[in-house]
């Protein structure tokens, strides 16, 4: 079944360790998403890539950084990681059809990330 | 800017029971609005989407949400829920020009009991 993939599911780092998520994708979609979700409260969109075309959110820390090697893969960049950045963390994809706003993202099961 | 409530963290509801989960948003354009279910240990699925039209949507699983444009609400209903459906259930609204961007609600968690 085409789906998306999230690697590992579970992630135990300590406090400034660079850690890096990955997301991997049989759809062969254009948009790629890394969301943010903290306990209890809604997924907060970190940056999507179209195809090569990285768009940040404009509250995204720096300490967030992406990359996407090719249309399958995705990778989030945590470069010094912080107690506050314990959360699940999503990957999503879609294909756009038309109004960008009304396409369908498909979701990973996430990764969960502890901060020690 | 734009926003999305889900007024109810948690809903305990009986097998065979009605259900409603609601959900209130502010935008100053034009909206699409969706539900995403998240069962346990998986990723979110799209339930369903209203993005013209008739403002009744139905999902195949038996759930309906009506878009109500004068409360900006889309609550989400089933009339008899099943063990099944226990999961979390998140409002989400995308916006004209919001280019790919879903704003999601904090979501509400549907315990079914039997």
């Known amino acids: 079944d085409a789906m998306v993939i999230q690697n590992p599911r579970y992630q135990v780092t300590q406090f400034g360790k660079p850690v890096t998520l990955s997301c991997s994708q049989t759809?062969?979609?254009?948009?790629m998403y890394w969301y943010q979700q903290k306990s209890s409260q809604a997924p907060k969109l970190l940056f999507h890539?179209?195809?090569?075309?990285?768009?940040n959110e404009a509250d995204t820390p720096d300490n967030f950084q992406s990359r996407r090697p090719n249309t399958s893969f995705c990778f989030l960049d945590i470069r010094s990681p912080g107690l506050g950045d314990a959360a699940m963390y999503l990957c999503?994809?879609?294909?756009?059809?038309?109004?960008?706003?009304?396409?369908?993202?498909?979701f990973g099961p996430g990764t969960r990330l502890t901060v020690l | 800017a734009q926003s999305v409530t889900q007024l109810d963290s948690q809903v305990p509801v009986f097998e065979e029971a009605p259900v409603e989960l609601r959900c209130n948003y502010s935008?100053?354009?034009?909206?699409?609005l969706f539900w995403y279910v998240q069962y346990p240990n998986q990723g979110l699925q799209l339930l369903l989407k209203y993005l013209s039209g008739s403002t009744l949507v139905e999902s195949i699983n038996g759930f309906e949400a009506e878009f109500n444009k004068s409360q900006t609400s889309f609550h989400l209903r089933k009339p008899s829920v099943h063990i099944s459906d226990t999961a979390e259930y998140f409002c989400?609204?995308?916006?004209?020009?919001?280019?790919?961007?879903?704003?999601f609600g904090a979501g509400t968690r549907l315990a079914v009991h039997p």
């Open positions: 890539y179209y195809d090569k075309d990285f768009n």
């Open positions: 759809l062969n979609h254009n948009v």
């Open positions: 935008s100053s354009v034009s909206v699409y």
């Open positions: 989400a609204v995308g916006f004209s020009g919001g280019y790919n961007k879903l704003i």
């Open positions: 999503a994809t879609s294909r756009p059809q038309g109004t960008a706003s009304t396409d369908t993202q498909y």
